[in-house]
């Protein structure tokens, strides 16, 4: 049975009912208020510096897929950022999915896509080598790519042989996706074929926005969005390093066609953020949002952490990003397209 935690706010801290020890705080606060330069935004990222602040981005304009739309940016801490500022913008198109990576070395990459639509969207990327401050001029990741490279929507991971695996995904006509693969440190990029997924028993668009975690060495998995009939996450599973994956197949996690990220905490334990409604092609409801906790590497799902729950259906909390850091977990997500929400806590009170 999966146990089940909520969250209470008192005083502007969040404080988990089923732990109030010491360690067990927790604190949510807005990236910004209503006084932002964008109507709507969404698909926020989130990377921790080695200084202890946070870089979020995310994108910002009128609405999605309107030419205004740009990548927008913001460092800090709870309770402390900095105001928006708009850190990409190529031209007069639409811009999509901010992903953060950092590469252990002091590089922070700010991957990103841009397109009139999501068919034919190309993938840039930015590195900052001072938290943030300055950023290098735009680059196509792989050069002339239409459909797009890269990390489609959640962060890549660098493996135990030191290759980085990114989740990607193409939305052209039928949904697929694949893993790109660098070993050259992000300079070039290698994509699997699309993984194999049996449409014969499978009604609907198809996969996309993998999100990648390592196991044991080499023994790769990952889980993926769908849109479908049935209304739940995909898994496939590699054990070469991402060479190469098995079949897609279906979970007993729900899905509501919507955006899902997981992190892997040092003990093995996994967190995936997503929104624990089933539904088919036609967008479902995004007014719940959770945190589900597996402690045998993805098989079952034992704890249920509510984030958000909301009873109006149509409110929208979605497109978690989520990190870990000194046995800590953040993350972010999108709050009704108005607001980009931030928490911080400690990871023993998600999983004692």
């Known amino acids: 049975m999966k146990k089940l935690i909520s969250f209470i706010l008192i005083c502007g801290t969040i404080v988990c009912c089923s732990q109030k020890k010491s360690g067990a705080f927790v604190s949510r606060d807005f990236i910004f208020g209503d006084d932002r330069p964008f109507k709507e935004c969404h698909a926020s990222t989130l990377v921790r510096l080695d200084d202890g602040n946070f870089l979020v981005a995310w994108f910002g304009g009128t609405a999605e ?23 990409a ?69 660098i493996l135990s ?7 990607a995904s193409h939305e052209a006509g039928e949904w697929n996706v694949f893993i790109d693969r660098s070993n050259d440190n992000g300079k070039t990029w290698q994509a699997t074929p699309y993984l194999t997924l049996d449409r014969s028993k499978f009604n609907g668009m198809g996969v996309i926005q993998p999100t990648l975690w390592e196991s044991t060495p080499g023994n790769v998995h990952i889980l993926v969005r769908s849109c ?34 997981l992190v892997q905490l040092a003990n093995g334990t996994l967190v995936l953020a997503y929104n624990p409604v089933s539904g088919n092609c036609i967008w479902a409801s995004r007014a719940l949002l959770h945190l589900a906790i597996s402690y045998d590497n993805g098989i079952t799902w ?27 977990v953040a993350l972010t997500y999108t709050w009704k397209r108005q607001r980009i929400v931030f928490w911080d806590f400690a990871a023993n009170s998600l999983i004692n």
């Not at 897929?65 to 850190?87: C, E, F, T």
């Not at 897609?248 to 509501?256: E, H, R, V």
């Not at 497109?319 to 046995?327: K, L, Q, R, V």
């Open 302 to 328: 034992q704890k249920n952490v509510i984030l958000e729950n909301d009873e109006d259906e149509k409110a929208e909390y979605s497109y978690p990003a989520i990190i870990t850091y000194d046995n800590r």
């Open 228 to 261: 479908s009939s049935n209304g739940k996450i995909y898994r496939s599973d590699s054990e070469d390093y991402g060479k190469t994956w098995s079949a897609l197949y279906a979970t007993d996690m729900p899905n509501n066609n919507s955006s899902i990220d």
């Open 65 to 87: 897929m309107n030419p205004d739309v740009g990548i927008w940016l913001s460092k800090g801490n709870a309770g402390m950022w900095s105001a928006p500022r708009q850190v």
């Open 89 to 157: 913008k190529i031209r007069d198109d639409a811009h999509w999915n901010p992903v953060f990576f950092s590469d252990g070395k002091g590089t922070v990459y700010l991957y990103f896509k841009v397109g009139v639509e999501i068919n034919i969207w190309e993938t840039w990327v930015i590195s900052s080598r001072d938290g943030g401050i300055t950023w290098s001029e735009p680059a196509e990741l792989v050069k002339g790519d239409i459909g797009g490279r890269g990390p489609v929507r959640n962060k890549p991971i």
């Open 161 to 167: 042989d030191g290759s980085w695996l990114a989740g």
